[in-house]
């Protein structure tokens, strides 16, 4: 039951006959900011009387006449200027939380008109180590498709792994001449990424060589800039001196950043260059980047010892992902990457070309498209396809076979540029009638403010960071005796299963919680602190209620049955009520734009609170009455169950103790 969707739909014809856009005008129907406005508040009546020539009150006073809310709410109030103020009224809401009681699904309706999704994320390139940005894809994909279906939607999940492209070339070319056969026999997925760090660790040092003189040239280029700018007289006009003054800024800030790229661009060659095993290895493979993508070319014309190499390897970087994803507890309906659509690439470009949609330029096969500069480019001059052609292919393999309503892309902002091009050039295609949503994300943070590095300037790998999240977990869990409820009652394999739970959810929990397409400060502090928007602190209040009901010997499965009533008294239990109510409208606004941190909100600051403010004010086991601690042990029990299943939409477990 989404309370607000009710109340729109109950001033919808009201409305109706008075505007021809409805629809932002019931948007202005909202829950209310203070709770001495009541529940929800609708502040439309003063930009609709202005339209009517009315007045604001008069019109507030109208529409509240006419409106049937007599079952639902107080009799509605006009306040201030027209404000239209509504409180539910108790027998309501006791009635809501009677049905909800044992309502497996705690009151939560399923959707009218179920859509297909197909949801694309995790998708890492495999055949290098999981990293810290790959936790983002993964966490935030599975918290939507777990929210999809439990709102009834069908969501199928679809692994795009990269396992076809240029890192193949590299771990096939490292392997030959790298390759330490006794350890690859031994630990396979260690040694390949070994190679793998070796063959990028001399690309990188190549790259940067190239970069060098470039890096040097532009340097002097906006050294003169800022010289010349600085040194022209000013201009006698304001605004012109302003902007000249303006450019100098950026010339300067210009050549900070240069300075910046230049010195770490000097160190990476150092690295190689200081070492003299590493650089005798690079002057023996000079050419190791060409060297790279021959390799790749040959694995994609179909060379029979690259393909053998391809196909022996594969299986090695599917394990690898697969022990994280059983640590994250993350599972796909499919797993269909790139390398699956090889043999269609050809026929779309073909398709493109016959439909007179793609035309040649400089050698190179492009889809040129309104609203963009450069095109997007589906076959490269030496016959190459792109990732832009596998991902023309996904679409329409997907659209063959399962028909969605929306496709949802979880992929890093840097992206945006690719996702916007590949859905106009969809379009374009005749796919119309879709969804095609990039669900952005941003970048994962150190604690300095720049992308989350080891110390060592390495990306910081997924496993290592899952173990020191549980392992800081098992601090709290075995040192929260005071804090957190029946610590001392813990057994050692208790712990180690509570640790991990615990460890993994403040990983997802803190990723969740942020807007997704800000970038963010990974810090485990903050994931895994007892108070505060965290899992650890939802997960505690979930143990709390645990406790309670161990506490008092209750067996809350037969009290929810025994026709023991809920009945609200002290407002911090009507506060509570309604928190409980609204977890369908979080899970609306999740879905309204593919954003699980309004869940988080919703749990932390409306749940949560409202639960601790009750916790204090109303005494459950030392209620005054049986009728009272009953009905106290059923609203802490609804509190648990949506905590509960809360957390299972984003992918979280609960634990009966902490
Ligand atoms: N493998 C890509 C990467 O790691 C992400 C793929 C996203 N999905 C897609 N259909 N393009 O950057």
């Known amino acids: ?192 990424s070994r190679i793998y760090r070796v063959v990028r660790g001399l690309m990188d040092y190549f790259d940067a060589k190239n970069q060098m003189p470039q890096l040097i040239e532009r340097l002097a280029e906006r050294t003169a800039d800022y010289e010349a700018a600085k040194n022209a007289p000013v201009p006698t006009d304001k605004a012109e001196a302003k902007k000249q003054k303006k450019e100098v800024g950026r010339f300067q800030s210009q050549i900070k950043d240069l300075n910046e790229a230049i010195e770490s661009t000097k160190a990476k060659i150092a690295k190689t260059e200081d070492s003299p095993e590493l650089k005798k290895m690079a002057e023996e493979h000079a050419n190791i980047s060409t060297a790279v993508l021959q390799e790749t070319v040959k694995l994609h014309e179909g060379d029979t010892e690259n393909i053998a190499l391809w196909k022996e390897f594969l299986p090695f970087c599917e394990d690898e992902i697969k022990r994280v994803y059983e640590r994250l507890n993350v599972t796909f309906d499919h797993q269909l990457g790139e390398s699956f659509y090889h043999d269609r690439l050809a026929p779309v470009v073909a398709d493109f070309e016959k439909r007179g949609l793609a035309k040649e330029s400089e050698g190179a096969t492009c889809v040129f498209l309104d609203g963009f500069k450069a095109p997007m480019i589906i076959r490269k001059r030496d016959g190459a396809f792109l990732y832009s052609t596998t991902d023309l292919a996904t679409i329409a393999y997907r659209m063959e076979h399962w028909k969605p309503d929306a496709i949802l892309y979880v992929v890093d902002f840097r992206q945006g540029d690719h996702f916007e091009k590949l859905f106009a050039a969809t379009r374009l295609w005749g796919y119309t009638n879709i969804e095609l949503k990039h669900v ?31 392992s800081r977990a098992s601090k709290i869990v075995c040192e929260g005796d005071d804090k957190l409820p029946d610590g ?99 899970l609306d606004d999740v879905l309204l734009d593919y954003r699980p941190n309004y869940l988080t909100n919703y749990l932390f600051d409306q749940l949560a609170k409202s639960y601790s403010s009750f916790f204090e004010n109303c005494p459950v086991l030392k209620a005054e009455t049986t009728e009272q601690k009953n009905s106290r042990l059923l609203l802490c029990d609804l509190t648990a169950r949506v905590i509960q299943q809360g957390l299972e939409l984003l992918g979280i477990q609960t634990v009966e103790k902490m």
Not at 168 to 180: L, Q, R, S
Not at 443 to 460: L, Q, S, Y
Not at 516 to 543: C, H, I, P, W
Request: proline share 5%.
């Open 488 to 586: 001392p009652v813990l057994d050692e394999a208790q712990r180690k299963q509570i640790s991990e739970t615990v460890g993994i959810a403040a990983l997802k929990y803190g990723d969740l919680s942020q807007n997704r397409e800000s970038d963010y400060k990974f810090s485990y502090e903050k994931m895994l602190a007892v108070n505060g928007n965290s899992s650890t602190y939802m997960q505690y209040s979930y143990a709390r209620v645990q406790s309670i009901f161990r506490k008092g010997e209750v067996n809350i499965e037969a009290l929810r049955t025994s026709g023991a009533q809920i009945t609200i008294e002290h407002p911090a239990e009507r506060q509570l009520a309604v928190a409980i109510l609204r977890f369908s409208e979080a």
């Open 1 to 192: 039951m989404n309370i607000l969707a009710l109340l729109r739909a109950r001033f919808k014809p009201v409305l109706e006959p008075l505007t021809d856009e409805v629809g932002p005008l019931l948007e202005m129907i909202r829950p209310a900011g203070d709770p001495k406005f009541g529940d929800y508040q609708a502040n439309f009546a003063m930009g609709l009387a202005k339209k009517l020539g009315k007045s604001p009150r008069d019109l507030a006073t109208e529409v509240v006449e006419s409106v049937k809310l007599e079952d639902l709410c107080e009799a509605p109030e006009v306040a201030g200027p027209g404000f239209i103020n509504l409180k539910l009224r108790d027998e309501w809401i006791q009635r809501q939380l009677e049905n909800a009681k044992t309502d497996p699904r705690i009151g939560i309706e399923k959707v009218d008109a179920p859509r297909t999704y197909v949801v694309d994320y995790s998708s890492p390139n495999v055949a290098k180590p999981m990293h810290v940005g790959h936790i983002r894809s993964t966490v935030i994909g599975d918290a939507l498709c777990r929210t999809l279906r439990f709102v009834g939607h069908n969501a199928i999940s679809d692994n795009h792994l990269g396992d076809w492209g240029t890192q193949f070339g590299m771990i096939i070319y490292g392997y030959k001449h790298f390759a330490e056969k006794e350890a690859y026999k031994k630990a396979p997925v260690t040694e390949l």
């Open 440 to 470: 952005s994300f941003g970048t994962v943070m150190g604690e300095d403010g720049k992308p989350f590095k080891t110390r060592a300037g390495a990306t910081v790998g997924l496993e290592g960071l899952l173990d020191e999240a549980v």
